[in-house]
């Protein structure tokens, strides 16, 4: 069986080589550097760093910088569809950060200032602008994270879970990023020369690229995504694997993906930051895969690194040379490197250009690879049938009250678990070597996600990574920007930029189990544990490799009460998270695991097609043991109101049980609902002490629960006796 | 300089959250980076703030650097030698 073909339909880009499609294709002829001294923010201390940042952006009140960047290349994307997309996928690691470092500053205590922080904001607010009411995820990779944007939309596209797909990536200059690199002195001081031997770094930028995807074939198709591939170095935190392990694999899981070979590819984008070791691993990389590489080119000489925009905008890079047989320059290049044994192009060239393979490498040995081609050039690979429910062999949770065990314990009594983690304890069964200079949120992931192995007792080690957080690490972050500000930007922490990263955790859990396939972080606010196990379901597809999907967020002062809408100032922080470990195949699962609904609240008419949904395999009647209904409080009303209707629709007289009012509010409360779900599915009983009655027994009748997300998006996930 | 070396223990063991290593047995001799303690170039970077930030003196290049925190002896070193009078 093939699968369906999936078309470029229209492509948006907004970097510092300019604005539209036309403007950058013109930019890259040209090959000329847009770095320049950083004059968007003013510095506190030193001179001006060389930066790549965008000139033309029509700006809006109010609105971060991240969010218009990315609108501006949406509505070109857009521009010749009549059609809302039915899915935005974007890639971002700074969301609202830029004006949050502002508000910070000013000690602003308003928290509707604040309400563009985080970064699922970014596509809902694109989604709003396209008017797209399907999901809108965010995925942030890192510096990878257009990249597995792309990849991720090409998955659901191919399995026709939708039609049409908007995604790509962005991120805005901001004193996070700027001060960050230079701590970790990864920044050229006279501009970026990826792959010169005299190369000193990167330089920081912005911008943003959308692509519109689709599987039904456009009038003019730009070109058609044939591949992805994701992989993970598990190596370190921040640098790279020496020899490129990761970069390799990823390349050749791209080039598996499309059914092409080395050969087939006529030009390579590099990921080519300019620092000394990216640049080396990656030639490494290149030179072991290819023997003899075809052309290869880093644009981020001309455009620096946009970070989360790098994968996207390549991507219309790579569309532009298979559309306009133009092949950029490397530009800034003038010295061969005798280590690399790889030389770029130092020229535009006019080149007929079949398909090309496009590379983004992020912290956290993040990787992900595609590759572009001409429409319907090369015949697809066969692609097996669609993959089994994924299913749960083993979980774990913590919370206020404290593991899984003692989480339990109290949920029996019918106690609340909410509250903050004992972080100290916990990071006491984790190796001191790999713990100390983790905070709180690693540490909790690193807890959940090695509980969660051992209870699963397989014995291959988790090959992927997925992990939902509504707001990353925010001690780390907080921490950075603190001491930024108290030492009048001179003495920013390198080792809190590293772990500011949303995918710093993830990238930890990887390290240490080995897993180096696919390790995608997903941040979608109170829905970000459903959005990484939709990310499970669509990217660990093998039957033979065990995945981890984990669901966590850190409580801290003062930085919950300003983001969290949920978080009130004068109530007790809550904080935890839950974990599983995860492969397709049913023998001696805990139980099975379904995400059938994933939607924005637009309308009542979202809830009929929950009903459908959930109805799709069986009546719906009797099916559930038990709801477990996730109603944020600052969406307390409408939550209600979404339920009552639902049960009354549905007819469903399932017990209900408002997690919230045990867990305490925080972001990722779903994964420890979730692994109330399992739990009592393997249990066979449902504490009546919960649920406002007897105990309840699914065992001789509903073998299901219902995990609800209520609020602005309308999610499900059911968990199922195997 | 042994006043040097003691202090500088003392802020490493803080900065790099070493909970497992008291300054009494941290060997000013002993490889830094790279040895048993696990101390890696994003540390190195770390100590690079600190030393700036507490002394004065700054270590910008990769080739100062890895000689510099080859030990705490070597640091304390040059932290004495490139220390402007009033900080030092």
């Known amino acids: 069986m093939t699968g369906r073909r999936v078309y470029i339909a229209g492509a948006g880009i907004i970097s510092p080589l300019g604005s539209g499609l036309a403007a950058t294709t013109e930019a890259l002829r040209r090959n000329r550097s847009a770095i320049r001294p950083l004059d968007l923010f003013k510095l506190l201390s030193g001179e001006p760093l060389p930066v790549g940042q965008v000139d033309e952006l029509e700006e809006r009140a109010h609105l971060p910088r991240t969010h218009c960047l990315a609108r501006t290349a949406s509505l070109e994307a857009m521009a010749d569809s009549v059609l809302p997309p039915e899915a935005v996928i974007v890639g971002t690691t700074t969301g609202g950060i830029l004006t949050t470092e502002q508000l910070l500053r000013d000690q602003e205590q308003d928290k509707n200032a604040y309400r563009y922080h985080g970064l699922a904001t970014v596509a809902e607010y694109i989604a709003g602008e396209v008017g797209c009411s399907g999901p809108a995820l965010v995925v942030s990779t890192a510096c990878s994270s257009g990249a597995v944007a792309i990849g991720m939309a090409l998955e659901m596209l191919r399995r026709g879970e939708a039609v049409t797909v908007l995604a790509g990536g962005v991120d805005s200059l901001c004193r996070l990023t700027y001060y960050g690199f230079h701590s970790l002195q990864l920044v050229d001081r006279e501009g970026c020369r990826p792959l010169d031997r005299d190369r000193h770094g990167m330089a920081v930028a912005e911008g943003s690229a959308m692509l519109l995807l689709t599987t039904e074939k456009p009038a003019l198709p730009l070109a058609e995504i044939m591949g992805a591939g994701l992989s993970c170095d598990a190596y370190h935190p921040a640098a790279p694997h020496p020899e490129g392990r990761g970069a390799r694999m990823a390349m050749e899981a791209a080039l598996a993906d499309a059914g092409l070979s080395p050969s087939d590819i006529d030009y390579i984008s590099l990921h080519g930051t300019g620092t000394p070791e990216n640049d080396l691993a990656e030639a490494r990389a290149v030179n072991a895969l290819f023997g003899t590489p075809p052309p290869v080119s880093s644009i981020k000489g001309a455009t620096g690194h946009s970070l989360a925009a790098a994968g996207a905008i390549e991507a219309v890079v790579a569309t532009i040379a298979v559309s306009e047989d133009l092949l950029p320059a490397n530009t800034g290049w003038q010295h061969p490197d005798p280590a690399l044994d790889l030389l770029p192009l130092t020229e535009p060239v006019n080149q007929p250009t079949m398909a090309v393979l496009s590379n983004s490498f992020g912290f956290g040995g993040n990787n992900g690879c595609l590759v572009v081609t001409r429409p319907e050039s090369f015949s697809q690979p066969p692609r097996g049938q669609s993959s089994p429910c994924l299913a749960i062999h083993g979980f774990s949770a913590l919370t206020g009250a404290g593991s899984t065990a003692a989480t339990l314990a109290l949920l029996a009594q019918g106690s609340p678990i909410g509250g903050t983690v004992d972080v100290d304890s916990v990071a006491k069964q984790l190796p001191p070597r790999l713990v100390r200079r983790l905070k709180r949120l690693p540490r909790m992931t690193l807890a959940l996600a090695v509980e969660a192995r051992e209870a699963a007792g397989l014995a291959e080690a988790p090959d992927a990574v997925f992990m939902g957080t509504g707001w990353g690490a925010l001690s780390e972050t907080y921490d950075f920007l603190t001491g930024l500000n108290n030492s009048n930007e001179q003495f920013p922490s390198p080792i809190d930029f590293v772990g500011s990263v949303h995918n710093g955790p993830a990238g930890q859990v990887a390290m240490l189990m080995g897993s180096t396939g696919a390790n995608i972080t997903m941040s979608g606010g109170d829905y970000s544990f459903e959005q990484a196990v939709l990310a499970a379901d669509l990217v660990a597809t093998d039957a033979e490799k065990n995945v981890l999907v984990v669901g966590a967020d850190e409580a801290h002062l003062p930085l919950s009460p300003l983001f969290d809408l949920s978080v009130s100032p004068d109530a007790p922080l809550a904080e935890g998270g839950g974990a599983f470990c995860l492969n397709r195949r049913k023998e001696g699962a805990a139980c099975l695991l379904r995400l059938p609904f994933y939607r924005q609240w637009t309308t009542a008419n979202d809830i009929e097609l929950l009903i459908e949904s959930l109805g799709e395999r069986g009546p719906l009647a009797g099916k559930y043991g038990l709801i477990l209904a996730g109603i944020p409080a600052a969406a307390k009303e409408q939550g209600e109101e979404q339920l009552a209707f639902f049960l009354r629709l549905s007819g469903l007289k399932s017990p209900v049980l408002r997690y919230r009012e045990f867990t305490g509010e925080f972001a990722s409360a779903s994964a420890v609902a979730a692994v109330m779900a399992a739990s009592f599915l393997v249990s066979g009983k449902v504490p009546g002490n919960l649920a406002g009655a007897e105990d309840i027994l699914p065992e001789d009748g509903p073998a299901a629960i219902l995990v609800l997300g209520l609020g602005s998006y309308i999610t499900a996930m059911e968990f199922l006796r195997p | ?88």
């Not at chain 2, 959250?17 to 770390?46: A, C, K, T």
């Not at chain 2, 930030?53 to 030698?81: C, D, M, P, T, W």
């Open chain 2, 1 to 88: 300089m042994s006043k040097r070396i003691e202090e500088l223990k003392v802020k490493i063991i803080d900065i790099l959250n070493l909970q497992d290593v008291d300054p009494e047995h941290f060997d000013e001799n002993e490889r830094l980076v790279g040895g048993p303690l696990g101390i890696d170039s994003i540390d190195v970077l770390e100590m690079v703030v600190m030393v700036e930030k507490e002394y004065g003196v700054v270590i910008n290049s990769q080739e100062v650097g890895e000689r510099v925190f080859s030990s705490i002896a070597s640091l304390a070193q040059y932290i004495e030698e490139n220390a402007s009078g009033s900080k030092s």
